[in-house]
């Protein structure tokens, strides 16, 4: 994607200093664009858990990034393969709800298990990086194409209908953000969204606020804004207010974690959306690259989900007079809980928009997409 004129991924390795990965400090936006350097597996491991970089795939490549710069450390310690499996682990307690985390850690530590020497060691780590990088990028340009059909059908179907006989416009609401932000580039919910704007559909996109961390207010209305796309902001309990009035022709979300029969872990109020959609007779669609389903379990009530600091409800953060500040919202004494993450059902979603393919949300169907990750 672009910021004003430029291209960026969300995560690169400095070109002059090899071994120094930057990436977009995700804080600031929208209102300030900061480039941070990460120089150590303690500044990795910081940046993922205070969410300087979020959204499921981009937590996976920064954790892969993690370990190469592991293995750099690793050059001035005795025992430098104990040094990495303990950046492992640190790494691996950042943010236990997201798989695309553990399925780079793993990828990572199997692109290395038969090397010795450490400077192959290294070689292979940051050449493994790179490369689930690249594949992040492909993965999502194809979730994206094949989200597009969705959209197109959707157009035309409006257009063949007379009610809108003239440039109908199809309604977009999303939830959090799943844009290019989220991944390296193109995103998931939002890359089908990009590419039907790129050729010509109408679009309008109805921008959940998000709470507590106000992503969508934050990053997605962002990023629509970047590339030109109409969209409004909305407060996150309208959604359903909209789907009974006939304002929203599609729902289309990410996923932190999918099980192998379909349900999904998406951010705080995915559930909420699932049900309106369901009720209204809204297709509900989860965008995701196949890094996110977890082949290991089956039922949503197994996924842990993440339980993060109270402050982030009890305190915002917004623009004021040209510095970012924290506002206290409720009375100083009031507790608060703050579960990241809901599950939704696989009976209430429509369809998985995957790398392959789009399927049903079930065991069966997912299965038949993806034969090679089923454990035999």
Same mark, same amino acid.
């Given at each position: 994607m672009k910021v004003g004129n430029k291209h960026y991924r969300t995560i690169w390795e400095d070109e002059n200093k090899?071994?120094?990965?930057?990436?977009?400090?995700?804080?600031?936006?929208?209102?300030?664009?900061?480039?941070?350097?990460?120089?150590?597996?303690?500044?990795?491991?910081?940046?993922?858990?205070?969410?300087?970089?979020? %959204?499921?795939? *981009?937590?996976? +490549?920064?954790? =892969?990034?993690?370990?190469? #710069?592991?293995?750099?450390?690793?050059?001035?310690?005795?025992?430098?393969?104990?040094?990495?499996?303990?950046?492992?682990?640190?790494?691996?307690?950042?943010?236990?709800?997201?798989?695309?985390?553990?399925?780079?850690?793993?990828?990572?530590?199997?692109?290395?298990?038969?090397?010795?020497?450490?400077?192959?060691?290294?070689?292979?780590?940051?050449?493994?990086?790179?490369?689930?990088?690249?594949?992040d990028i492909s993965d999502c340009k194809s979730i994206g194409e094949y989200g597009?059909?969705?959209?197109?059908?959707?157009?035309?179907?409006?257009?063949?209908?007379?009610?809108?006989?003239?440039?109908?416009?199809?309604?977009?609401?999303?939830?959090?953000?799943?844009?290019?932000?989220?991944?390296?580039?193109? %995103?998931?919910? *939002?890359?089908? +969204?990009?590419? =039907?704007?790129?050729?010509? #559909?109408?679009?309008?996109?109805?921008?959940?606020?998000?709470?507590?961390?106000n992503q969508g207010a934050k990053l997605t209305a962002w990023e629509l804004g970047e590339n030109g796309i109409p969209h409004i902001l909305i407060v996150d309990n309208a959604g359903g207010h909209l789907m009974q009035k006939g304002m929203v022709d599609l729902v289309l979300v990410g996923s932190d974690r999918t099980t192998a029969a379909g349900d999904v872990a998406n951010k705080i109020g995915t559930y909420l959306k699932a049900l309106a959609a369901y009720d209204n007779n809204i297709p509900f669609y989860v965008a995701l690259p196949s890094s996110t389903i977890d082949w290991e379990i089956e039922k949503g009530e197994n996924i842990p989900i993440e339980e993060r600091n109270p402050d982030e409800v009890r305190y915002v953060d917004g623009l004021y007079k040209n510095e970012i500040v924290n506002i206290l919202i409720p009375p100083e004494t009031s507790p608060a809980l703050n579960y990241a993450f809901d599950v939704t059902p696989a009976r209430l979603v429509t369809g998985l928009i995957t790398e392959r393919g789009i399927c049903k949300a079930n065991k069966v169907s997912i299965a038949k997409l993806f034969p090679d990750k089923i454990r035999k």
């Amino acid at each position: 994607m672009k910021v004003g004129n430029k291209h960026y991924r969300t995560i690169w390795e400095d070109e002059n200093k090899p071994g120094i990965i930057q990436v977009i400090d995700q804080r600031w936006l929208p209102h300030k664009f900061i480039i941070e350097s990460l120089k150590s597996v303690d500044g990795v491991v910081k940046a993922i858990k205070e969410m300087h970089v979020r %959204g499921a795939p *981009l937590v996976g +490549i920064t954790a =892969a990034y993690g370990i190469y #710069i592991s293995a750099i450390e690793a050059q001035q310690k005795k025992g430098y393969k104990k040094h990495i499996l303990e950046s492992v682990e640190k790494i691996k307690s950042t943010r236990p709800t997201a798989k695309n985390l553990f399925w780079a850690i793993d990828e990572m530590l199997s692109s290395i298990s038969n090397l010795d020497d450490i400077d192959e060691i290294i070689r292979a780590t940051r050449a493994k990086a790179e490369e689930l990088a690249e594949k992040d990028i492909s993965d999502c340009k194809s979730i994206g194409e094949y989200g597009f059909k969705i959209i197109e059908n959707i157009y035309i179907n409006k257009k063949g209908s007379g009610v809108e006989s003239y440039a109908p416009t199809v309604n977009i609401l999303t939830h959090c953000n799943a844009g290019w932000l989220a991944t390296v580039d193109y %995103g998931t919910a *939002l890359a089908p +969204i990009y590419i =039907a704007h790129e050729r010509g #559909i109408k679009l309008h996109v109805w921008v959940d606020e998000t709470r507590p961390r106000n992503q969508g207010a934050k990053l997605t209305a962002w990023e629509l804004g970047e590339n030109g796309i109409p969209h409004i902001l909305i407060v996150d309990n309208a959604g359903g207010h909209l789907m009974q009035k006939g304002m929203v022709d599609l729902v289309l979300v990410g996923s932190d974690r999918t099980t192998a029969a379909g349900d999904v872990a998406n951010k705080i109020g995915t559930y909420l959306k699932a049900l309106a959609a369901y009720d209204n007779n809204i297709p509900f669609y989860v965008a995701l690259p196949s890094s996110t389903i977890d082949w290991e379990i089956e039922k949503g009530e197994n996924i842990p989900i993440e339980e993060r600091n109270p402050d982030e409800v009890r305190y915002v953060d917004g623009l004021y007079k040209n510095e970012i500040v924290n506002i206290l919202i409720p009375p100083e004494t009031s507790p608060a809980l703050n579960y990241a993450f809901d599950v939704t059902p696989a009976r209430l979603v429509t369809g998985l928009i995957t790398e392959r393919g789009i399927c049903k949300a079930n065991k069966v169907s997912i299965a038949k997409l993806f034969p090679d990750k089923i454990r035999k």
